[in-house]
DNA sequence: CACTCGTGGAA
DNA sequence: TTTCCAAGAGT
């Protein structure tokens, strides 16, 4: 009877979480969650979708700005589609800027303003896929769904020390995840996962001597931890090149155009230029007096790396090219453009200051 | 299934 | 400087 029945992991889990867990803004703490307190589905919700593909550091100020100015699912609904890509601006994946306002908006219309507790309905709203639905489910509602994110693949691969690579390996993770899925607490225990995921299971130098499940974990007792999970090389990213026209008027107003909803950077605004490649069009997109800018933008996507060069040009105060949005001086926010383009802006406006420094000396 | 889709911080 | 990566979804 040397065999002590070892204690169960989700429970071990449940309890490093009531004295762990991440004082995180749109999050009911543990202590309060069990005194009864109900998290705000559509906090959660607005925060599920901040929060795919991108860190808790770069939501944080965007969840209060958004809270602050639509505090309900309601008021996000009635927002004007310009002022949410604006307020989006900068935190990319903008396409889930789009989807939002279509959730928001279908939440609305089509649920009398409240989000679906059901797992399978929330699947059907624009914008929430397997991973945001039972986070929505098992969170807000403390149904007993599995989240399967980033973070609970990388503890389950070291937990089971599975070292079969992602993405072909999920749904044995996700089937490991589930065993560890408990009845009672689910939406803690899902956060609680990803908090250790976020905190001591960390992707480099996981801090397993302070792990809450350092004695069941496989991979640190076959010092594998390091290298899980194992993950399918990515393909090297090419360079594009392109070119952006930054005009402004002699009212002060600057010329800007939406971008189509689909594709990159999509219902965002941006400065007009050809399609970007590898020897883009030179022609511009309307005449005009047009100077090259000394320097060039540089800024990485997904899954390219782009090098812009810019070219300025003053118009008169009554020019309005075709398929372009004036913009009032005193109405023009950098901060509300996609961030390559508040860098091609930023760009040209120090180099303007640095012209008119040296005609001025 | 494979590809598209942003950004900033860390190593 | 480059690579990796973060509470993924849509097509």
Known sequence: MRDMPQADPAATLLSWYDTHARDLPWRVPPQDRLAGVRPDPYRVWLSEVMLQQTTVAAVKDYFHRFTRRWPTVEALAGAEDADVMAEWAGLGYYARARNLLKCARAVTRDHGGRFPEDHVALLGLPGIGPYTAAAIAAIAFDHPETVLDGNVERVMARLHDIHDPLPGAKETLRAR???LTPRERPGDHAQAVMDLGATICTPRAPACGICPWRDPCLARARGTAAILPRKTPKRPKPTRYGIAYLAEREDGAVLLER?????????MLGWPGPEWGDAPDETPPFEADWRELP??????????HLVLRLRCAILRADASPDGLEPIARHEFRPQ????????????????AADG?????D
């Open 336 to 351: 509300a453009l996609p961030t390559v383009m508040r860098k091609a802006h930023d760009l040209w406006r120090s180099a």
């Open 356 to 360: 008119s420094r040296v005609r001025t």
């Open 259 to 267: 971008r189509p909803d689909k594709g990159l950077l999509g219902g």
């Open 295 to 304: 320097g060039e933008v540089r800024h990485t996507f997904t899954h390219f």
């Open 177 to 179: 995840a589930a065993e």
